[in-house]
């Protein structure tokens, strides 16, 4: 049973780039959240996808965005990259869309910003 | 006020001790409440979900949500140095799942 795989694991990028993260459900999972966990803090989130629209949003900027894929895997984009960006990214999948349905994790991308 | 607080420790207890980790929180409109279990490198493992006030036991682990007092407790029995993480207490209702900061236990052998 595979459970939430991110990609890719690392990346490094310099202020101003653009990054898309990417992120595929546990099997049988249809919502994808999107969470930022800044080192010592637990983590903040950012969006949540099902049916491949936006459903909820945390206190992110609009260079946020995302996207679901009828696969149900996701997209996290980052435009304008500023060293405050710099954190691990976590993908979260869940079932139904709901907020009684617990959330799986991947292992997170680690975005550096020099 | 943060709506979730975790003191975020250290913590450090020799092997075989009774670990009890805590959360407080502000809004009464949280109805799910989640402990998760994240290893240095890795993504929060789900460990216990418990829905409204009560008790719940799986293995060594027991969850307790006390919702008159916006309080709840992680109890580790018998603690093993594989329990060496941050622990992060989350909740959720009307609003998306909120985390605590997370409190790092060490088990020392």
């Known amino acids: 049973d595979a459970g939430v795989t991110q990609s890719p694991t690392h990346l490094i990028k310099t202020r101003g780039q653009q990054v898309t993260l990417r992120c595929s459900p546990k099997s049988g999972h249809d919502t994808v959240s999107w969470y930022q966990q800044a080192l010592g803090q637990g983590p903040q989130f950012i969006f949540q996808y099902y049916e491949e629209e936006e459903r909820q949003r945390g206190n992110f900027p609009d260079r946020f965005s995302g996207h679901q894929f009828p696969n149900y895997s996701s997209e996290l984009n980052v435009n304008a990259l500023l060293l405050g960006d710099s954190a691990l990214y976590l993908c979260?999948?869940?079932?139904?869309?709901?907020?009684?349905?617990?959330?799986?994790f991947g292992d997170g991308t680690r975005l550096s910003i020099l | 006020q943060k709506e979730v607080e975790q003191d975020p420790g250290p913590l450090s207890v020799p092997e075989g001790a009774i670990v009890s980790l805590n959360c407080t929180y502000s809004?009464?409109?949280?109805?799910?409440f989640m402990w998760y279990r994240q290893y240095s490198r890795k993504g929060p493992e789900l460990l216990m979900y418990t829905y409204s006030s009560g008790n719940k036991e799986d293995g060594r682990f027991t969850a307790q949500v006390d919702k008159s007092s916006k309080y709840i407790s992680l109890f580790i029995r018998d603690s093993q140095p594989s329990d060496s993480a941050t622990y992060l207490c989350a909740m959720s209702g009307r609003t998306p799942l909120v985390f605590g900061k997370g409190t790092r236990l060490s088990v020392i052998a």
């Open positions: 979260a999948s869940s079932l139904g869309g709901g907020r009684d349905q617990p959330q799986h």
């Open positions: 809004n009464s409109a949280f109805q799910y």
